[in-house]
């Protein structure tokens, strides 16, 4: 199977909002493993690994619940890790 892996940026108000606890939530409606964390300059990162299509929907699900709060996404290419993820993980 095709699998991808993406890393994506989320900026804002997306701290303190419900953003990793909306995305794990969401993470368990499709066929994706990865994990979602704070980071120290405000952002929030996302890494996932999937068929690329089910990335594109996840990322798409994650967008609509919290565009409120999101102003920016970048989103790259990132390598696989050397072991696929095991689930998806809030850190």
């Known amino acids: ?21 909306t995305t794990h939530r969401l993470a368990l409606g499709f066929d994706v493993a990865g994990f979602v964390r704070n980071l ?27 565009e409120p709060v999101i102003r920016g996404v970048d989103v790259q290419s990132c390598p696989a890790p050397d072991l696929p993820f095991d689930g998806f993980s809030i850190r």
């Open 40 to 66: 120290p300059d405000g952002r929030v990162e996302l890494v996932i690994e999937g068929n690329p299509d089910e990335i594109h929907r996840f990322l798409g699900a994650v967008q609509d619940a919290m």
């Open 1 to 21: 199977m095709n699998r991808d892996c993406r890393r994506a940026y989320f900026s804002g108000s997306v701290q303190g909002v419900g953003f990793r606890y």
